[in-house]
């Protein structure tokens, strides 16, 4: 056989490495949200406890890869060269999608993307075999294609998100008028029987999900699914009362039932989506050995119709290659970090990264509609009875985005929910339905509260379109890919390995510089020596960067301009987020005088207004330059020299006193700022009388002239004031003598 198949093996065993990491780092918010959303165990707990689950799942998985082999296709339509490089495609196009969504932070659907890269590279194939067939119209392509498998996952999509929604939805309702926030007194008299509940969902889920294929053919299976009623009734039974017991030694039995569901949907996980990850490769395997041992290269493939169990150590490196990536995966963390944001019962959670879309605001308009009409009908004792069971109270004292109510509500909701649909036959996806429960939980837990309602509403908007975006993405992705592997060649194939290499090198092995500011938990304690250091970057940030600025007006540098308004808006926006995010901070400083949260707001808020002023200048700057208008003057570029030389100086003293707290030189800054200003009126003048007088010269040039010195004006004014309010603020937490300097 040619040599360059074993080549393209080799390429698929690193493929499937690559689709191990990428696949786990997607789909571990699926297993892991619940419980360190609820801070249920110590996330090394977490942790250990669905590894164990991916062991245990990896090792019942191999009934499951005859979807990779023959589930979208016919391999007996395909010769060994075609199937081949169909696989490739697949890998390849799976990567690539893959990789973008983990690095958007976004969770999608594995089974989606497995699905559609192999319908995109099946038809990509089939086309090339028709095209160079005579006996072979596109007519014939329902022939090669197993079509009704992939409408079953469209349709499973649009099932799974309304079903999970709905039933999430009336669960947690439910669940939170029987035990309220303050569940410690419910929970103790009948706790047993709900988490006995929960926990037979969870085994029920387990068995039916995550074991079918090994336990498929036992008796003890055959008689559940004979006798489901009473099966499940003995399990809840024995499950309540095991828990009552537990419950006796002062053990918190929902730690129990989440960690429990924690590991059966990480065994669920790999028992039924590693296919996702190595069913293709391990396919494109199976393949080359029949075709090595015929040493036929253009024999079809029917014998990829049998459904052989894959090769146990295979099972097993692919378990382990998991598991380290379940420990090691910084992406994992980020994609978590989605779905806890947007479920998370705290209000003041930062939701304004998705933006407000109209149908968000049109939702948010009709349900306060609905729900001022519903309280004119049902009584007001009653909505007031309600609301004290929805009043919000971290009875743990742990700060979790969630409480263990909602938790376990997430996990036996999914855990049901996949069962059934998985007993009757339907294609559900395990991505779909946990996120969308989590959704519909925090929904009915009230924690989308009006402040944003709006915008948790378009993270959820945005998830779920790109969901449906996964399947036309992976789709066009494998089509495009098999067309150029078919048609390309030996090349193509060089072309292709290089460009995965590449985005699996430098989207996961590469640290990429931060443009933004470390985040540390704020305290009581730490919050003066937080705000200094974030008073004395942002400073030197913007000092450096109107500098930089003006240079690069003067030499027209189109490039370093792009560059610099990147960095001034990205600048701006950190201190606009944490304008919006010091709510928080507020309430911790409440123990303290009120004086203190009042400085630390000026601080603040001036740091905004800074940067606000700061990108007033580059904008317009860059725009004026990208645009190709006229530069500006001598004239005026002399004056700007002295104006920026000015500004310099006074950033110079303000950023001294800053990091030795010695204000002593304060009236020198505020002689200096008058100065500064009179300079720029003088420079204002100046430009007026040379445009009345010669009435020649660049409109536009005199416009971003004049513009630069008013908004330098502002910036110079903001951080005066800033250095005022952050004087006060030192002296009301003790840093600083109030008696050493007067106030100004």
């Not at 959303?37 to 164990?52: D, E, T, Y």
């Not at 304004?352 to 309280?375: D, K, M, P």
């Not at 004026?624 to 030389?645: M, P, Y």
């Not at 010195?709 to 004031?721: A, D, F, S, Y």
Request: some cysteine; aromatic content about 10%; proline content about 1%.
């Amino acid at each position: 056989m040619d040599p360059i198949y074993t080549v393209i093996i080799a390429i698929l065993a690193v493929l499937a490495v690559s689709g191990l990491f990428v696949g786990v780092t997607n789909d571990a918010v699926n297993f892991l949200n619940s419980a360190i959303g609820s801070k249920a165990a110590p996330r090394r707990v977490i942790l250990i406890v669905a590894s164990i689950g991916i062991l245990v799942g990896t090792l019942t998985s191999s009934g499951m890869m005859e979807v990779a082999r023959n589930g979208m296709f016919d391999p007996g339509m395909f010769s060994f060269h075609e199937v081949i490089l169909l696989y490739l495609s697949v890998m390849f196009a799976n990567i690539i999608l893959l990789d973008l969504y983990n690095s958007w932070g976004l969770p999608t659907s594995t089974t989606v993307s497995l699905i559609f890269c192999l319908l995109g590279a099946a038809i990509a194939v089939s086309t090339f075999k028709i095209a160079g067939s005579d006996a072979l119209s596109m007519g014939d392509l329902g022939e090669f294609i197993h079509t009704g498998r992939a409408f079953g996952i469209v349709a499973a999509i649009l099932l799974s998100v309304v079903i999970a929604l709905t039933v999430g939805t009336a669960v947690m309702y439910v669940s939170r008028l029987i035990f309220s926030f303050r569940y410690t007194r419910a929970l103790s008299r009948y706790g047993a029987l709900w988490c006995g509940a929960s926990l037979t969902a969870i085994i029920y889920f387990a068995l039916f999900k995550g074991l079918k294929g090994t336990l498929s053919q036992t008796a003890f299976i055959h008689m559940v699914e004979n006798h489901i009623i009473l099966s499940l009734l003995v399990c809840w039974l024995t499950c309540s009362l095991i828990l009552f017991f537990v419950q006796r030694f002062k053990i918190n039995i929902l730690r129990i039932t989440i960690l429990g569901g924690t590991f059966a949907l990480a065994l669920a996980f790999a028992g039924n989506d590693l296919v996702n990850f190595i069913g293709v490769p391990i396919a494109g395997w199976d393949a080359f050995r029949i075709a090595r041992h015929a040493g036929d290269s253009a024999m079809t493939m029917d014998a990829l119709n049998e459904n052989v169990p894959a090769n146990f150590a295979f099972l097993v490196g692919a378990g382990v290659v998991m598991i380290l990536t379940l420990w090691t995966s910084r992406k994992a963390m980020h994609v978590t970090e989605t779905e806890l944001s947007l479920a998370s019962q705290n209000d003041e959670q930062e939701q304004r990264e998705y933006g407000s879309s109209a149908f968000a605001r049109a939702i948010v308009r009709a349900t306060l509609n609905t729900n001022h009409a519903i309280e004119r009908v049902v009584p007001q004792r009653l909505r007031e009875a309600i609301s004290r069971r929805f009043e919000v109270t971290d009875i743990e004292h742990t700060g979790a985005p969630f409480d263990m109510i909602r938790a376990t509500v997430n996990l036996t909701t999914s855990a049901l929910l996949i069962a059934m649909a998985t007993s009757l036959k339907l294609p559900l996806s395990t991505t779909y339905v946990t996120f969308m429960v989590a959704m519909g939980s925090s929904l009915a837990d009230r924690a989308w509260g009006r402040e944003t309602a709006v915008y948790r509403i378009s993270g959820v908007m945005t998830v779920v379109a790109g969901w449906f975006v996964t399947a036309l993405g992976g789709f066009i992705i494998a089509y495009v890919v098999g067309l150029a592997l078919v048609y390309g060649g030996t090349v193509m194939l060089i072309l292709l390995t290089v460009l995965a290499g590449y985005m699996l090198v430098h989207s996961n092995f590469i640290k990429k510089t931060k443009s933004a500011e470390t985040t540390t938990a704020v305290t009581n304690e730490n919050v003066v020596e937080e705000i200094a250091t974030v008073v004395s970057s942002t400073i030197n940030t913007a000092t450096r960067i109107y500098d930089r600025t003006l240079l690069a007006v003067f030499k027209e540098n189109r490039k370093v301009l792009r560059d610099l308004n990147r960095e001034s808006s990205e600048l701006y926006e950190r201190m606009h987020e944490r304008k919006y995010r010091m709510m928080s901070t507020l309430r911790m400083l409440r123990e303290s005088d009120l004086d203190t949260a009042q400085y630390y707001v000026q601080v603040v808020d001036y740091l905004n207004e800074l940067t606000k002023a700061l990108t007033h200048i580059v904008r317009p700057a860059y725009g004026h330059i990208d645009n190709n208008h006229e530069g500006l003057t001598r004239e005026q570029t002399t004056d700007l020299i002295r104006v920026g030389d000015e500004v310099e100086a006074i950033y110079r003293r303000i950023n001294a006193m800053l990091t030795t707290n010695d204000f002593g030189d304060i009236d020198l800054v505020l002689s200096m700022r008058d100065r500064l200003f009179e300079t720029i009126s003088d420079a204002i003048k100046s430009e007026l009388r040379r445009f009345n007088t010669s009435g020649k010269g660049s409109t536009k040039a005199s416009m971003l002239y004049l513009t630069i010195l008013n908004e330098t004006r502002t910036m110079v004014l903001q951080l005066r004031n800033l250095l005022k309010a952050q004087r006060h603020f030192l002296e009301t937490k003790g840093v600083i003598k109030s008696w050493l300097y007067y106030a100004k």
